[in-house]
């Protein structure tokens, strides 16, 4: 059974920093490209950041680039997202996402893996 743990989120003010982890078990992780996706309420679902199987790719949405760095590690089977600078309207729960194919990004199938969420909360 193929699980997928985020942890890292929490309470911050405007300009802090975060560091959220996505363990996977169950599933080769080194065959699976890796993303991260938000959700903030009332909105849809957003594409953070991805990355590919063997952090050589990487992408972020244009409201992350430069303050969002996502990297992995294999061996550990968790990929990561440091957040920097971090804003209230990055207040959201951020999920993480598994895909074997790099090229789905940033709209994966609904039906992959995907993590419970942690909450990030962003205050002024």
């Known amino acids: 059974q193929v699980q997928l743990v985020e942890s890292g989120g929490g309470s911050v003010q405007a300009g802090g920093s975060l560091r959220l982890s996505c363990a996977a078990s169950?599933?080769?992780?080194?065959?699976?490209?890796a993303g991260w996706f938000r959700q903030a309420p009332g909105k849809d679902r957003e594409f953070v950041a991805c990355i590919n199987w063997s952090a050589e790719l990487v992408r972020y949405s244009d409201s992350e680039k430069g303050r969002f760095t996502i990297s992995r590690d294999n061996a550990k089977n968790t990929v990561y997202l440091q957040m920097n600078s971090l804003k209230p309207d990055d207040t959201a729960v951020y999920y993480c996402n598994l895909d074997f194919y790099y090229a789905n990004y940033p709209n994966p199938p609904p039906g992959g893996y995907w993590g419970q969420g942690t909450q990030v909360t962003v205050s002024l």
């Open positions: 169950g599933v080769v992780f080194s065959d699976y490209a």
